[in-house]
């Protein structure tokens, strides 16, 4: 089946230091990935949609310049979270589309998800 | 009204009962209907797809109901390995983007 990695699966670091997280598909090609945050006892919120190529879309209340999204090929997708403070520790989640799913109905693939505490 | 609404739980359940959980949803234009199973502090995993006759995998039952907008799962003879937060997920009327209802936790006792 479709597999998507994401690493770090976990990350500690110190209040100010920016955080890179890597979302890949390793067994197809995604046009489009999306990264949702998760903190505890809540859904899966979408952040935004990166679309290989072009510019992210963000979710409303979303700051696109402390996360910046950069998604330079089919198979990868990167969030950084920038000047990172502890109400960011957070879990993060990639997910990818096949861009041979044309049809409405296909699922997400997630990756393992990225523990974020910022200290 | 929220996009995707779930009974958060828990259900305290005894293995071998059999279980449902609904999920309303509010956009009336939308096409995909996914359950997935999320286990604590991990990614959540694809169950089922939702699709419109309704669907089965084993002991899981999925159906969907357009009129009244809202989708079920149906889980027989519990097991103790079907403990989990079941979110319910829907599309955002027919694009990519999907929504995630705030799950229903499942607790299945011996």
């Known amino acids: 089946g479709a597999v998507v990695s994401q690493h770090p699966s976990w990350v500690i670091c110190k209040s100010g230091t920016s955080v890179k997280i890597e979302c890949r598909s390793l067994?197809?090609?995604?046009?489009?990935m999306f990264w949702y945050r998760q903190f505890p006892k809540q859904s899966l919120m979408l952040m935004a949609t990166s679309n290989e190529g072009s510019k992210a879309t963000y979710e409303q209340g979303v700051e696109k310049d402390k996360f910046l999204i950069n998604h330079a090929s089919l198979t990868l997708s990167t969030l950084t979270v920038t000047s990172a403070h502890p109400e960011d520790s957070s879990f993060y989640i990639c997910?990818?589309?096949?861009?041979?799913?044309?049809?409405?109905?296909?699922?997400?693939?997630f990756g393992d998800g990225t523990r974020l505490s910022i200290l | 009204r929220k996009e995707v609404e779930q009974d958060p739980g828990p259900f305290n359940v005894p293995e071998g009962a059999t279980v449902a959980f609904n999920c309303t949803y509010s956009?009336?234009?939308?096409?995909?209907f996914f359950w997935y199973r999320q286990d604590c502090r991990k990614e959540p995993k694809l169950l089922m797809s939702v699709y419109s006759s309704g669907n089965e995998d084993g002991r899981f039952t999925a159906q969907l109901n357009r009129a009244s907008q809202y989708i079920s799962l149906l889980i027989r003879d519990s097991k103790l390995s079907d403990s989990a937060t079941y979110l319910c997920?829907?599309?955002?009327?027919?694009?990519?983007?999907?929504?995630f209802g705030t799950g229903t936790k499942l607790q299945v006792i011996p």
């Open positions: 997920v829907v599309d955002v009327g027919g694009y990519q983007k999907v929504t």
């Open positions: 067994d197809f090609q995604a046009t489009t």
């Open positions: 956009n009336s234009a939308s096409q995909s």
């Open positions: 997910s990818a589309r096949d861009r041979g799913d044309r049809q409405v109905g296909q699922p997400q693939h």
